[in-house]
């Protein structure tokens, strides 16, 4: 059995051990962690990263889907980064945590709420 | 809270509920079913599904990871299809269950072999 050779660009990741991956904002601060993923099983992309901010006080809800590109891996920190604020995501769009993530209207506004490029726009070859 | 609308070409999962998506093999057999995924946390794309072919016998190992360019997710059956077959698994490269995806040297031979596109290779400027 070969050994296995980590290479720096390389980060992958089982779907069981996305649960608590952690996310810092601008600043380095601490700031949540991911809860779990929603993937589109069509493309095989990760569309969101449904985040706890248990860094930010006073949101309405304890989990946030915050689209996958506004998210950034940092190897440095084994960790997620993102711009996203506190009072971004007080005044996101509305959503349901069950399902807003089947609603693609509600995608449209989020994507354009956060300015980050819809993961179902797939602008290549690839598959 | 708006009602979620399910769109047909809209097939997004939760990381948590990716266990036991059924496999089908090119006769529509049901031949396994998805154990988890292992994502690429840079890119956000899936990169193998691990998968427990149960409906092959006599295989050497009870979970294998299949590129996941080898699946196509299919609505009409709630799962995927893949043409791997039997004899494909049983030859494929050796790996380990818990690192092999580490190993780029493995992931390069296991993606000749099923004659994928690497999943690194990434041809598009969506990122």
């Not at 993937?39 to 985040?51: L, P, Q």
Request: contains cysteine.
């Amino acid at each position: 059995m070969a050994r296995a050779t980590a290479h720096p660009d390389h980060s992958c990741i089982s779907s069981e051990d996305v649960h608590g991956v952690e996310v810092y904002g601008v600043d380095g601060s601490h700031i949540g962690e991911v809860d779990h993923l929603i993937i589109d099983k069509i493309s095989g992309r990760v569309a969101y990263a449904v985040v706890s901010f248990g860094g930010f006080m006073g949101l309405g809800h304890s989990h946030y889907p915050v689209p996958w590109n506004a998210l950034r891996y940092d190897n440095s920190l084994a960790g997620f980064r993102t711009d996203i604020t506190e009072q971004q995501l007080k005044d996101a769009p509305e959503f349901s945590d069950d399902n807003a993530w089947q609603d693609r209207d509600w995608e449209t506004r989020t994507h354009q709420y956060y300015r980050t490029h819809p993961y179902w726009d797939v602008r290549t070859g690839g598959l």
